[in-house]
Nanobody
Framework: QVQLVESGGGLVQAGDSLRLSCAASGRTFSIYAVGWFRQAPAKELELVGAISRSAGTTYYVDSVKGRFTISRNNAKITVYLQMNSLKPEDTAVYYC????????????????????WGQGTQVTVSS
């Protein structure tokens, strides 16, 4: 098991940028693939993007492609979500999730594939 803590959320204006961090406990974080999810009020939890344990493969949903970037620093046991050109519709609680995997280049897109979750960080984008 790994414990995850998100940080970096806040209130910004449309067009601004934010960088979320997902800090993990334990030195074995490099064997976990990570996903970023978000949940807007009255909406279901949805995938934002995911990154493989090797950081060689990433995936983004269409709504954030070209604006959001996921990266990881396994030495710092942290995964980042850089969010640029934020829109009001990006307002949500953002969660990172991790899944132990032996596949270097695999990412995972489904909520059910991640057993480890952080507590979430609120991102609010005003128009």
């Amino acid at each position: 098991q790994v414990q995850l803590v998100e940080s970096g959320g806040g209130l910004v204006q449309a067009g601004d940028s934010l960088r979320l961090s997902c800090a993990a406990s334990g030195r074995t974080f490099s064997i976990y693939a990570v996903g970023w999810f978000r949940q807007a009020p009255a909406k279901e939890l949805e995938l934002v993007g995911a990154i493989s344990r090797s950081a060689g493969t990433t995936y983004y949903v269409d709504s954030v492609k070209g604006r959001f970037t996921i990266s990881r620093n396994n030495a710092k046991i942290t995964v980042y979500l850089q969010m640029n050109s934020l829109k009001p519709e990006d307002t949500a609680v953002y969660y990172c999730a991790a899944r132990l995997t032996y596949a270097l280049g695999s990412y995972y897109r489904d909520v059910s594939e991640y057993p480890n979750w952080g507590q979430g960080t609120q991102v609010t984008v005003s128009s």
